[in-house]
């Protein structure tokens, strides 16, 4: 039975839509230690200090009244016994939400776990922090730069790789290119909370040309943003210029001891999304008939969401294309396959599917940017 939403229905999904092709030719990569990791300069890690308190909406007000949350502080977990013993913490845990931090992050210098070179493009894409989150507020963060393929050997994969633990994201493509080429982890249950938001959109009847950064979607749905000492609130406006920072200071991610700003700059990614999992699970399903539906939609979406730039040989980094064209939504790699897949109910499909999903997106236009003498990462325009 269709639902009364029927008018945001465009009719049938053209004879013409086929299953996007994922890359059928990668070469399978099998998961273990991987012995060509780029080599880390350990150092020491961040002391943890009194750093800063995070304010976000409390869920069970609706988001009307406001809540302190717990301390954010500027720790690391380096070590395996520090790691065993988040193990041990995420155990009972059915929902955790996660975001990684790097140089660039990409597939880089990997393909399928193996190091490669290439003269044209210097050493990126390294992935150095992997962030995680709770349903109660707690937020972690594993220095992968200086644990190296051993944080994955004792649990941590499991967890990932896990389809029965949800984990909410936000636009992991990136993440997902990361993870996969140089560790060969592949995270399982994934709820991408940017697809979510193109997903609700569109049953509304609006436009989707363009996927929202996590800082809009956080204040669209009444979440209070982070403040970061020394920048305040953390809009959009205000990532786009520590995004900058990134950009003139390339390797800054890889630098230990982490500044105290940006390990906490990197727990407030993981901090509001089991708000905004909770607030959008509810919004699809008033259009899906039940979480359930929801929950399976945004699941199988998630998968194909974040596969993009993972199957695809190129590297989609700044370094290596125009990555500001990541924003653009591409419906005829997501919506095609969606619509192969037996799991979801066509109807839904249907009320899904746009006219400019019968064209896939053109590749991303040259990179904007290029390493200099200095091995610094240095816009074009300031040539």
């Known amino acids: 039975l269709k639902p009364s939403f ?33 080599a880390f ?32 502080d500027c720790s690391l977990i380096t070590t395996q016994e520090e790691l065993q013993g988040l193990l041990r913490r995420l155990a009972s ?25 290439d003269p ?10 992997l962030q995680i989150g709770t349903e109660n507020g707690e937020a972690y963060a594993i ?29 992991f493509r990136q993440d997902e290119d990361a993870l996969w080429h140089q560790f060969g982890v592949l995270v399982q249950g994934k709820f991408d909370c940017q697809l979510a938001d193109v997903f609700i959109r569109r049953l509304q009847g609006h436009r989707t040309g363009y996927v929202m950064g996590s800082a809009k979607l956080f204040s669209s749905y009444g979440i209070e943003l982070g403040v970061l000492p020394g920048y305040g609130a953390l809009t959009q406006e205000q990532k786009l ?11 800054l991610w890889s630098r230990r001891p982490l500044p105290d700003d940006m390990v906490q700059y990197a ?54 294309c125009d990555a500001g064209e990541s924003a653009r939504f591409d419906g005829n790699w997501v919506l095609a396959q969606l619509a192969a897949s037996s799991e979801l109910e ?20 040259a990179s904007k940017f290029y390493v200099n003498e200095r091995d610094e990462s240095v816009p074009l325009d300031r040539a």
């Open 241 to 251: 210029k520590i995004h900058e920072r990134f950009s003139q200071d390339r390797h």
């Open 346 to 365: 066509p109807w839904l499909m249907q009320c899904m599917w746009r006219t400019e999903d019968a064209q896939p997106l053109s590749p991303p236009g």
């Open 6 to 38: 029927v008018y945001s229905c465009l009719g049938t999904l053209p004879a013409t839509l086929q299953l996007a092709a994922m890359n059928a030719n990668a070469s399978a990569f099998v998961p273990g230690r991987n012995p060509n990791a780029a």
């Open 143 to 171: 220095d992968l730069y200086e644990m190296g393929p051993s944080a994955f050997t004792s649990g941590l994969r499991q967890i990932l790789e896990d389809p029965q633990v949800t984990k909410v994201v936000h636009d």
């Open 93 to 117: 845990e059915r929902l955790i939400c996660i975001d990684t931090e790097g140089c660039d992050l990409s597939k880089g210098s990997w393909r399928n776990g193996q190091r490669i070179e």
């Open 120 to 129: 044209a493009v210097p050493l990126h894409g390294q992935i150095c922090l």
């Open 267 to 320: 727990k407030f990614d993981v901090l509001p999304l089991p708000q905004l999992y909770q607030k959008q699970l509810a919004s699809l399903a008033q259009f899906t008939q039940s979480e359930e539906v929801a929950m399976r939609l945004l699941r199988i979406g998630s998968e194909v969401y974040n596969a993009a730039f993972r199957v695809q040989p190129a590297c989609r980094c700044r370094l290596c």
């Open 41 to 72: 300069v350990p150092g020491q890690p961040c002391t943890p200090a009194a750093c800063s308190t995070a304010t976000f909406a409390d869920p069970s007000s609706g988001g009307a009244a406001a809540r302190r949350a717990t301390e954010v």
